[in-house]
């Protein structure tokens, strides 16, 4: 079977760091994927990670390991337009892509 | 920049009806997908198109649902008999092989599905 887990929610002040974890269990794996959805919109691609280690993106981090079936989203400098909902997606195999539950990202003033 | 078009952005159905959603891929991508997502939840994965044929599916892809690429750059699903638990937002999806870009889905801006 297919299972990722995500926070549901966070929480966090404008200039903040936030950290948005994602574990997966997944038959197979090729790789883990990072979205952004605004609400009413569509989701929009961050990153990928293939390989253990950290992808630097701006203020967009991206780290996975797979020895522990986890990574994570590092957003630095928060702003408010980075409130909205965080997706993890695995790669399963093939080009096919699994979506974890989400998780919606608060930005406070 | 070049982008995923869905057609309708919204549309109302009666329970029994048969449905059609469009969407036009990235031109030179390779690898098409239809995704639904009910508000509020995930997204979920409901078949994955490559080389005009299926590729996967999910449990949901039951035979209510069909996939076409009628012609170079259409790309539809169709749901046969709606049920009310058909409403969602529905989502495509193209992917290609652009250095740099292999393992990003590019989304289209959703057609949301309302089903009486």
């Known amino acids: 079977g297919q299972s990722l887990e995500q926070p549901s929610e966070v929480t966090a002040v404008e200039g903040a760091i936030v950290q948005i974890n994602c574990t997966y269990q997944t038959s197979g794996f090729y790789g883990l994927s990072w979205y952004q959805q605004h609400d009413g919109g569509a989701p929009t691609f961050l990153s990928y990670n293939a390989l253990d280690g950290l992808e630097e993106t701006g203020r967009f981090s991206s780290f996975l390991s797979r020895s522990d079936s986890y990574g994570y989203l590092l957003l630095q400098e928060l702003q408010m337009k980075d409130s909205a909902s965080y997706f993890c997606a695995v790669r399963t195999y093939g080009q096919n892509f699994v979506f974890g539950p989400g998780t919606r990202l608060s930005v406070l003033p | 920049e070049p982008e995923v078009t869905q057609t309708p952005s919204h549309q109302v159905t009666q329970m029994g009806q048969e449905v059609i959603l469009r969407c036009v891929p990235i031109?030179?991508?390779?690898?098409f997908y239809w995704y639904r997502q009910i508000l509020g939840q995930k997204v979920e994965f409901l078949v994955s198109f490559y080389n005009n044929e299926i590729s996967e599916k999910s449990e949901i892809f039951d035979d209510q649902f069909s996939v076409e690429r009628p012609d170079g750059s259409n790309f539809t699903l169709k749901i046969r008999s709606t049920k009310l638990e058909d409403s969602a937002m529905y989502f495509c999806a193209s992917m290609g092989l652009a250095e740099g870009k292999y393992n990003e889905q590019f989304f289209g801006p959703g057609t949301r599905l309302t089903v009486l």
């Open positions: 031109s030179n991508h390779l690898y």
